[in-house]
């Protein structure tokens, strides 16, 4: 019996010590293994760079999360406000206006913003104007948001194709002749479109909206009507464009005019390009991209958001904003973008987004839904 035990023993040894390592291994690995904080942003917002920082700052501070970026990108209010519902992300990068779009539907999935958080030290450095705007405000006076970046639906041309002097100045000449299959649209947020109509026709680009909200019927039913001059000229305007594009603008030889939230233009310009903004004399639809926490995000995984948000708000990004993205930084520590001027510039625009109600959406998509099919796009 004796032999028969020692003859066991070594097999033992070896099966204890490999016990020892599955369990060591696997101790290791839940260590490890880190949990992830969705990040809902748009094309070009979030760089790989940057979810390198983000994520050592929280493994230095003792934060078991990674950032992970939720995909597709954001495109739409629709589309964003279908992602946070069906829990498929932790923070997004909002514009401003989506937050009471359709009812307010968006702002009942967001979680106030505790602006005085220990892990918020930049937000002091926020321009003052854009922290407490009334369409990210809850019903208790509480912000939904923390401002980010701004910018407008521009239209950039080349200027290496097109003398300065023949450079058009009114957003009535993306209707003349000589522009036709020149320019792009966005074709995601169709509303932008309808509102360049709206003002080739010397109204507010928004111009349904404020109708509607003043109970102004006659004029609603007349600028709505499918017979109407307003649907023959956002009809003419799909007609005349070259292409349409969801995420992000296409640049090829064929356009001489991109439509742009902005940040691909300066990537553009860096290859050799020369497109520069179109100032239009009837002004710019302005917006204003925030960042907002999902409701449900709470305990350490809501400190690491913050801890997120605070890096996006932090000089280095906000820099990146100005130089990078063409738009204009929520940072008072930061220079104003050359192109576009700083945060006074926007905010004197007469042209910022509201958050447009059920009512006017319908309308609006009705039209532009028109216009699409009477054009084959």
């Known amino acids: ?17 490999f016990s020892m390592s599955c369990y060591s291994a696997n101790q290791t690995e839940d260590v490890e293994v880190k949990q992830p904080l969705r990040v809902l942003t748009w094309e070009g917002y979030v760089t790989a760079e940057d979810i390198r920082e983000v994520n050592l700052i929280l493994a230095k501070r003792g934060y078991n999360y990674e950032v992970e970026l939720v995909t597709p990108f954001a495109q739409s209010a629709d589309q964003m406000f279908d992602l946070i519902r069906a829990r498929k992300c932790d923070i997004t990068f909002l514009t401003l206006y989506f937050i009471k779009m359709q009812k307010e539907q968006t702002s009942k999935l967001l ?4 602006t005085q958080s220990p892990r918020l030290s930049n937000f002091p450095d926020l321009h003052a104007k854009l922290t407490r705007l009334d369409i990210g405000i809850n019903a208790n006076g509480e912000p939904l948001y ?36 020149t320019f792009s649209l966005n074709i ?11 003002m080739s026709m010397g109204h507010s680009p928004f111009y349904l909206y404020e109708s509607l909200k003043s109970h102004d019927r006659q004029t609603v039913l007349k600028m ?80 690491a958001a913050e801890i997120f948000a605070n890096y996006f708000i932090g000089k280095e990004v906000q820099t990146r904003i100005s130089s990078e993205l063409s738009m204009i930084p929520a940072s008072k520590k930061v220079a104003a973008n ?37 054009t084959g796009h």
């Open 1 to 17: 019996m004796r032999l028969k035990l020692s003859a066991w023993w070594p097999i033992f040894i070896v099966a204890l010590l």
């Open 111 to 114: 979680q106030a913003i505790n």
């Open 146 to 181: 923390i401002p980010w970046g701004g910018g407008i639906y521009g239209f950039y041309i080349n200027t290496d194709k097109v003398k300065r002097s023949d450079i058009p100045t009114s957003v009535s000449d993306l209707w003349l002749d000589e522009w036709k299959n």
């Open 188 to 198: 995601a947020q169709e509303w932008y479109n309808l509102g360049l109509a709206l």
């Open 224 to 303: 709505s009507s499918p017979d109407g001059e307003l649907q023959y000229k956002i009809a003419k305007l799909y007609l005349a464009a070259k292409s349409f594009w969801l995420n992000s603008s296409g640049f090829n030889d064929e356009l001489l005019i991109v439509s742009s939230w902005g940040p691909e233009v300066h990537s553009q310009n860096v290859k050799g390009d020369n497109w520069q903004l179109i100032d239009f004399k009837e002004g710019h639809m302005a917006w204003l991209d925030t960042i907002n926490f999902v409701k449900g995000v709470n305990g350490k995984k809501l400190e």
């Open 338 to 374: 050359p192109m576009l001027g700083d945060v006074d510039n926007i905010v004197k625009k007469i042209w910022i987004v509201p958050p447009f109600d059920n009512s006017s959406y319908d309308i609006m998509k009705k039209m532009t839904d028109r216009a699409k099919v009477s």
